[in-house]
């Protein structure tokens, strides 16, 4: 469904060199990506500030033209066919809005439905399946200039999927919502991907929202793909170490252990980081019951953002 071979993007930006005079230079924002995304795949598209991410969700869209490389998305070449590649995919930015500011959220959706040239009867199905599924009642009859972000993004995601794409590319699209309503998207989009298959593209800054609905993920980092497989295959790969949570009947100092380490205290509470590699959880359990009594304990996994972050910092070398 997407194709992307040795992608590339440079910008020509001018910056001051005296005072009459600028100095030109290029900056090149996508350096040979290459990835495939197969139909009904969920793949996220993850990195830091300025590692090209936007740049390439820009170039699958056909916003912006690609300074060299190949690309498709849907059998269109998007750069070239962005009006026809315009009614096979759906776009959602979580910082820029396809919803018109001063008008009620239900007619966004009336307009949207002629932009893309929807059936009226067609658009009364999918007005009336998304309502559901997204709670859209209580404001569908607001203005979206005083709709919640919560809100604002269920109208936003709703506005995507009027003209029922093949592909979504969301971009940022659970910034700055609270826990419940990140919820909410997370299970829509989980359940739009499970039952119709739609083939997704997810950028993200918010790594939970990786874990939970990616079983893929490609890392990208000033430009180039770092990694592309699967989310859980790079949590173990990358974070071998995890953290033991005991609890023990009184206060003692620091546990003295051949394999781990007492990275915290808390009252009677003790954190030991291993390495699942040298040491089992249960041969740690057991050495731990014999300098002291246990009374709970738990294992926190590795958490898959300090997974990526050494890998951005080179800590954890990719082969």
Known sequence: M????????TFTVYRRAGRLR???RQVT?????SFSVEPGEMVGYIGPNGAGKSTTIKMLTGILVPSSGWLMVAGLTPARRRTELAKRIGVVF???TQLWWDLPLRDSFELLRHIYRVPAADHRRRIAELRGLLDLDPFLDTPVRQLSLGQRMRGELTAALLH???????DEPTVGLDIVSKARVRDFL????RERGVTTLL??????????????????????VLYDGGTAEIAARFGAERTLVVDLAETRPPLHLARGSVVRTDGPRQWIRFRSEEMTAAALIAAISEQAQLVDLSIEEPDIEEVVRRVYTGEAVLA
């Open 2 to 9: 997407i194709e992307v071979s040795d992608l590339r993007k």
């Open 22 to 24: 600028r100095e030109r």
């Open 29 to 33: 924002a996508v350096d040979g990506v």
């Open 94 to 96: 979580g910082n820029r």
């Open 164 to 170: 029922a794409p093949d592909v979504l590319f969301l």
């Open 190 to 193: 989980a359940q739009l991907n």
């Open 203 to 224: 950028t993200t800054h918010d790594l939970s929202d990786i874990e939970r609905l990616c079983p893929r993920m490609v890392i990208i980092d000033r430009g180039r």
